[in-house]
């Protein structure tokens, strides 16, 4: 009897189910969901080509150097790189000398103790520190930058689509909202306090453009003029080294392999032919393909009379 109403009250669940699928899959066609501005004017990356990309990619020194420049003069402000090292700019060509320099002048203070006092102190970064976030914690960060809380940078080009792409597009996408867009969306007008810009996933962001002139940052002679575009191109390109350092030593080891696995193979194949060709011509046939077992199956289907 408790199986009976048990068996009755779970058909009874499915049937709400099913009718309740049915429900929605017709309103869905009968009356389908509105288009929101950001499905509508969401912009995909603009395609970035970096000497890092592809299997033989590696990284251009010279442009990751001007990237963390950048960095260090604009988005350092507000945003941290709580995975890189100081002295993991070693790999892009800086000497020991120049990292220990940048290191003890970054403006930001590494938090420290005072050994006599026991209070809260800061003290000059070193080139085994990490980059010292802007901000203490984040109701600092967030008091200071509207209640957006900016994201660490370290794998940024990792956890956003479209990587390097996405960042340099996002640096050069802010503008005005068209009128296009307020006729069919009135509602979406960007709101006070954040600015529009199509490369954002909803369309409004908080952090205000970090590249707004031309001649931003003073590159060095013998570089590109750091135009808007420019400067994005190169923080893109240095925050693909963030969340990859290691990314040439990657390719160049898996190129390594793929050579190795090739050679191996053609070695063995050859190997192959040479010892053992001998000994299959030696095998002797066996079971059905055995001449005397085929001939005493002629005979013994001959005395049967089958044919064939």
């Keep these: 009897m408790v199986r009976v109403i048990a068996f009755l009250i779970g058909l009874g669940f499915a049937g709400v189910l099913l009718v309740s699928l049915i429900g929605g899959v017709a309103t869905y066609f009968s009356e389908p969901p509105a288009e929101l501005a950001s499905e509508v004017f969401h912009k995909h990356p603009k395609h970035l080509a970096l000497e890092s990309d592809g299997w033989f990619g590696k990284f251009d020194n010279q442009q990751v150097q001007r990237g963390f420049q950048v960095y260090s003069e604009v988005c350092a402000a507000c945003h941290s790189l709580r995975l890189v090292s100081f002295r993991d700019l070693e790999h892009l060509g800086y000497s020991e000398a120049e990292v220990k320099k940048i290191a003890s002048d970054w403006k930001i203070q590494v938090p420290s103790i005072n050994e006599q006092t026991g209070e809260p102190a800061g003290r000059k970064a070193l080139p085994s520190d990490t980059f010292p976030p802007p901000f203490p914690n984040e109701v600092a960060a967030r008091a200071a930058n509207n209640n957006a809380l900016p994201p660490d940078l370290s794998l940024i080009t990792k956890a956003r689509e479209g990587g390097a792409s996405y960042i340099y597009s996002l640096l050069t996408g802010y503008q005005n909202q068209s009128a296009a867009l307020l ?3 009135p509602d979406a007008k960007t709101p006070a306090g954040l600015h529009y810009n199509p490369y954002f996933a909803n369309l409004n962001i908080a952090m205000p453009p970090p590249l707004t002139t031309n001649g931003q940052v003073s590159y060095a002679e013998g570089n590109p003029p750091a ?14 080294w963030t969340a990859e350092p290691e990314l040439a030593r990657r390719h160049a080891a898996g190129i390594a392999a793929v050579i190795f696995l090739l050679f191996a193979t053609v070695l063995g194949y050859f190997a192959y032919r040479q010892i053992w060709a001998e ?5 002797a046939p066996v079971g059905v393909l055995d001449p005397e077992n ?15």
């Design 227 to 240: 135009t808007i575009d420019q400067m994005a191109k190169d923080v893109s390109a240095f925050l693909v």
């Design 279 to 283: 000994a299959k011509r030696k095998v």
């Design 183 to 185: 006729k069919e969306f």
């Design 294 to 308: 085929q001939a005493k199956v002629n005979r013994a289907k001959g005395k049967a009379g089958i044919a064939g």
